[in-house]
């Protein structure tokens, strides 16, 4: 592999790789706009420009790849700064500098570069500025907003749809100055990665319709988290203020889903704000009529004992009207699941389906890789199987089955669009006692005998594992509301009245403790489970095959 | 001065448009000599020849035709940049409308000496005329066997297209021109790979420009040491046609042996207009940086111009007498550079706009005594940090501006106003 030195560091690097990715290995930043590693090079931003020995000029460091020893390269030379300085004048002469109402302002290629980079003052101070009235804020889709004026026409943009996304709805229009990005006649953006071109505009000339004016980006708490939408389990950053989640953004993760995530992902969200939600533990006295009447708050003390001596009182009444079952969800953790499972095992649960919704298909394209399919509208079918909940699902929901239970436990109040459905939950309502464990306070809470709060995703720490058998650890982002308590402390407890042991329970230890029990996690631990998610050890798994047989694997899953 | 018109020799002549009457004119001789030399060898002969390319950089034209990689793994193209559009540049046109077959001639001596089978001729949009002549003449060409299945009966295939533009003075940038070949936005790739290696649909390609192609069959009927007897010397050898607009009493086009002096060539057409005294010109077109009057014995070559800090370029001379205003001159051609920019890289986008502001407040006088410092320091952030080449032309004019014409610029901030009779260049 040719080596390379780069302000005098040397580093060695695969034959072909450009300045910008080379100078990273070293820690040097090259400022750059238009380069971006998953798309093609055009070297136009002009940012990247760097002094290579023996070159007569400076070199746009995206363009200039490493192929042979002994290439020479410097970034802090005044030649490079000088170049630099007057790429940022050029960017920012015509740019608006309308920061204070700019959606971008706070995380934007010209703000940081410009103070890196940049001068203070202006010498552009008799000409006008270019504007492109009636520019401003064009939709270009349903989910994304143009405004011209802010543009560097770095094209990022245009290669995404073309090159990722391969739709090709944008393109470049007019030319020199007058340059613009739009969408070709009677077209809109309305590919299902859209909003992914908000992501790679280093600037704020395409903001995100969702987030727009939503929160300064400066006030937004930032943690690493798993979009819930589909089985893919795209990484994102879960970014909220105080709790009110503003936004997902996709997190690189060259295993799942690249730099990518789709707009549906983006969107889901706004589930844990649309649905009301439970906050207190909840009782529903014989005979209340669903009205209120009868509906009283309790305490987790009370509601688990609750629980607990209806189960007991079970175990005497024959199969016909004493049988105990649990109704899993895509949407627990690993972790929950586990713990259900084990629930199950002490009561004797036959039944512990998992029943998820199916959607259309969500494909998110990846580099080298065949693309990533899913389907399924949960993050953690496959978890929860490998968690020993598993079964046909059909005989409660759309069968008389719950008739013949004693104790039904459902483990999460919104595991799919049945929760929400009146036949269904009047199907699950005929069991003698129907507990739930959710956040939402959905129509299935509202029929439940107990109701329990609990944690959503963005309340705890946790594992899902995605389509392609990848174990991938979230992390708690904040604080859940009144009494709502994380599924594991509330389970360990639950548990801990039946058999000694399950007291004090983290996501940590339960992770440990099922690693160590089930093969296919084994030799996986919750503290040095890798950033980018583990792939377990299942046999057909996708990832334990040769690419093309994944290919194959994927096309017959859809 | 005497010295034999070649590349123009037919003009003038209106049977050099068909094909028999180009025949009988001593045509195609060149490419029946080249068929039956080896291709290798015709490359030596332009090589040795010492011509350099005629579209503005002079890059020797043997030497380039040798990069073609050998092999037969690609096709190979011949595109031949007819997109004059240089303001001032008006001399490929008097080629291709006055003599196509010549064209036609050096674009097949290429093609066999670097295995193309295939020739696209990028014609300015504009150019209707002289792109009817053309396609006439190719199709006599294909009716004679010139073109074709086997040219001139060697069993060599070549077909040619006439290709036009839609009128974007960057597609005569060469990779500028592939793009808009293969139906893409004309906008300049990125260099390296060179066309040479990557060109027309990923393919070898060589890019001549017109005049350069219509030397190669005197090269090969003549020989390359004739070729080599005309002109100042080594590296600046051939005949050169001068494209010669501004205030001269008889604009047009002239051939002269490369390396006529300023002054001779002044004198060819008829001297300045009225005989007002000379100011200053534009030795190579709009990119070139301007000379001023005491440069009028320069040697109109390559390397002279060059050293005296200009460049030959196309060779489209534009000569401007005392009344013209320098700022106003400057500030035109800024306005067609940043009109012809594509757009694509910062420097040449926001850089030719700003001066171009700039320059327009100078000429209505707006000025600021700042205002030539901030535009020599705008021009060295384009030169030499753009995509193509289409920054560093239009810096040209505007650093010889600021340079060599500081007085106009200060009696333009003084006086508040142009001291120049006015005329209306900037209505819009």
Not at chain 1, 209 to 232: H, M, Q
Not at chain 2, 67 to 88: H, M, R, T
Not at chain 2, 269 to 296: E, H
Request: charged residues 25%; hydrophobic residues 35%.
């Amino acid at each position: 592999m040719p080596k390379v030195t780069i302000n005098g560091r040397t580093v060695e690097v695969e034959a072909g790789t450009n300045l910008v990715d080379a100078a990273i290995k070293v820690g040097v930043q090259v400022p750059h706009y238009c380069y971006h590693p998953r798309l093609s090079v055009v070297g136009q931003c002009r940012m990247c420009l760097v002094k290579i020995d023996g070159m007569p000029k400076l070199q746009a460091g995206c363009s200039t790849q490493v192929m042979k020893d002994g290439m020479v390269v410097h970034t802090d030379v005044p030649e490079v700064e000088e170049a630099q300085r007057g790429m940022m004048e050029f960017f920012l002469i015509n740019h608006p500098l309308d920061c204070p109402i700019c959606d971008q302002a706070g995380e934007c290629g010209l703000q940081d570069y410009s103070f890196k980079h940049g001068v203070a003052y202006s010498r552009f101070q008799y000409e006008d500025k270019r504007t492109y009235p009636g520019r401003e804020r064009i939709p270009l889709g349903a989910n994304v907003l143009l405004n011209m004026n802010r543009c560097i026409q770095c094209t990022r943009c245009i290669r995404f749809t073309q090159e990722i996304a391969g739709t090709g709805e944008l393109g470049f229009f007019n030319r020199g100055a007058r340059t613009e990005i739009g969408t070709f006649p009677g077209r809109e953006l309305s590919n299902p990665l859209a909003t992914c071109v908000v992501d790679v505009c280093p600037v704020g000339a395409l903001t995100s319709t969702r987030f727009r004016f939503a929160e300064r980006v400066w006030y937004l708490d930032k943690k690493p988290s798993i979009c819930t939408g589909c089985e893919v389990g795209c990484n994102i950053t879960m970014e909220h203020r105080r709790g009110d989640i503003k936004r997902y953004k996709p997190r690189f993760n060259v295993e799942v889903n690249d730099y990518w995530m789709c707009d549906y992902g983006r969107s889901t969200f706004e589930r844990y704000k649309l649905t009301p939600r439970l906050t207190a533990p909840r009782l529903r006295a014989a005979g209340a009529n669903g009205n209120g009447h009868g509906v009283t708050f309790t305490s987790w003390q009370n509601a688990l004992d609750t629980i607990h001596s209806r189960v007991q009182a079970a175990e005497g009444q024959g199969p016909e009207g004493g049988q105990i079952a649990i109704l899993g969800s895509g949407f627990l953790t690993c972790e929950e699941a586990y713990l259900f499972g084990k629930l199950a095992d002490g009561m004797g649960a036959a039944h512990r389906s998992v029943p998820v919704d199916l959607g259309p298909e969500w494909t998110i394209p990846r580099h080298q890789r065949p693309p990533i399919k899913g389907r399924e509208q949960a993050p953690n079918r496959r978890g929860a199987e490998l968690l020993g909940l598993s079964g046909p699902a059909e005989d409660l929901l759309q069968g008389d089955a719950a008739a013949r239970c004693a104790v039904l436990i459902v483990t999460d109040s919104d595991f799919g669009q049945a929760a929400y459905s009146a036949e269904a939950v009047a199907k699950l309502r005929q069991a003698k006692f129907l507990v739930v464990f959710g956040w939402a306070d959905s129509p299935l809470a509202q029929a439940a005998d107990v109701a329990l709060p609990v944690a959503h995703h963005g309340e705890k720490d946790g594992t899902f594992v995605n389509v392609e058998h990848r174990v991938q650890r979230f992390e708690r982002a904040f604080p859940p509301p009144g009494q709502t308590r994380t599924a594991v402390e509330a389970l360990g407890d639950l548990l801990s009245r039946f058999e000694e042991g399950w007291s004090n329970l983290t996501p940590g230890k339960v992770f440990d403790r099922l690693a160590g029990e089930i093969p296919a996690f084994a030799g996986l631990h919750w503290h040095d489970l890798p950033a980018t998610g583990a792939a377990l050890n299942v046999p057909g798994a996708a990832h334990n095959l040769s690419d093309q047989a994944a290919e194959a694997v994927s096309e017959a899953s859809s | 001065m005497a010295f034999e018109r070649v590349l123009t020799r037919n003009v003038g002549k209106p049977e050099a448009l068909t094909y028999k009457g180009y025949r009988q004119l001593g045509g195609y001789e060149g490419l029946a000599k080249a068929l039956k030399m080896e291709p290798d060898a015709v490359i030596d002969e332009v090589k040795r020849s010492g011509l350099r390319g005629r579209g503005g950089a002079g890059f020797s034209a043997g030497l380039k035709w040798s990069f073609i990689p050998k092999g037969k793994d690609k096709p190979k193209y011949l595109v031949c940049n007819a997109d004059e559009s240089e303001p001032g540049t008006f001399k490929d046109r008097l080629l291709m409308e006055y003599d196509p077959h010549q064209l036609i001639e050096g674009c097949a001596i290429c093609c066999w000496a670097v295995a193309a089978n295939t020739t696209y001729i990028y014609i300015r949009g504009e150019y209707t005329k002289s792109a009817d002549i053309l396609e006439r003449a190719i199709q006599e060409a294909y009716d004679a066997g010139v073109l074709g299945d086997s040219v001139m009966g060697s069993g060599f295939k070549l077909n040619m297209y006439v290709h036009r533009g839609a009128g974007a003075y960057i597609c005569g940038e060469e990779t500028g021109m592939l793009e808009s070949l293969e139906g893409k936005r004309g906008q300049p790739r990125v260099k390296p790979p060179f066309p040479a290696v990557i060109g027309a649909f990923g393919a070898p390609t060589v890019i001549n420009n017109v005049e350069t192609l219509c030397n190669v069959p005197h090269i090969i009927e003549r020989g390359a040491d004739w070729f080599k007897s005309i002109g100042t010397d080594e590296r600046n050898t051939g005949p050169k046609l001068y494209a010669i607009s501004g205030h001269v009493e008889r604009p047009g086009t002239y051939e002269y042996p490369i390396g006529v002096t300023f002054r001779e060539m002044l004198e060819g057409c008829g001297g300045m207009l009225k005989g007002r005294p000379l100011k200053a010109f534009i030795p190579g077109g709009a990119s070139a940086p301007i000379l001023k009057a005491d440069q009028i014995d320069i040697k109109m070559d390559f390397d002279t111009v060059a050293k005296a800090g200009s460049m030959l370029g196309s060779a489209a001379v534009i000569v401007m007498d005392d009344t013209t205003c320098m700022v106003r001159s400057v500030a035109r051609l800024a306005k067609f550079f940043n009109h012809e920019s594509c757009g694509q890289c910062t420097p040449c986008r926001e850089g030719t706009n700003w001066m171009e502001l700039m320059l327009k407040r100078i000429e209505h006088g707006e000025g600021t005594e700042r205002d030539g410092q901030i535009l020599l320091s705008i021009c060295s952030h384009i030169g030499g940090n753009s995509l193509c080449a289409l920054g560093d032309a239009a810096i040209g004019p505007v650093q010889s501006l600021v340079k060599g014409f500081q007085d106009e610029i200060d009696r333009h901030i003084k006086e508040k106003a142009c001291p120049f009779p006015h005329r209306r260049y900037f209505e819009n």
